[in-house]
């Protein structure tokens, strides 16, 4: 996702940003994982013109990060 991101394949990026959101949720409940893929994910949507959608994922990635106590996550996912 990080790679699409850098050559600026943003749907790309957001796809692979969601994929390992999906695997995440299978393989257990870490909050702060879970907290960095939607923060990648929000920014990788504000990079496009779905900003609604990456305020939603920023949302999440807050209250993932608020749970796993993460005081620099909770600061990304505010600054998106």
């Given at each position: 996702?990080?790679?699409?991101?850098?050559?600026?394949?943003?749907?790309?990026?957001?796809?692979?940003?969601?994929?390992?959101l999906?695997?995440?949720?299978?393989?257990?409940?870490?909050?702060?994982?879970?907290?960095?893929?939607?923060?990648?994910l929000?920014?990788?949507?504000?990079?496009?013109?779905?900003?609604?959608?990456?305020?939603?994922?920023?949302?999440?990635?807050f209250?993932?990060?608020?749970q796993?106590?993460?005081?620099?996550?909770?600061?990304?996912?505010?600054?998106?």
């Amino acid at each position: 996702a990080i790679e699409a991101l850098d050559n600026l394949a943003w749907e790309q990026a957001a796809g692979w940003y969601r994929s390992a959101l999906d695997q995440s949720e299978l393989a257990d409940d870490d909050a702060a994982r879970t907290a960095r893929l939607l923060v990648g994910l929000g920014r990788t949507l504000n990079s496009t013109d779905t900003g609604l959608e990456a305020r939603a994922h920023l949302r999440a990635a807050f209250a993932a990060a608020k749970q796993a106590d993460d005081l620099d996550l909770m600061i990304a996912a505010a600054v998106g």
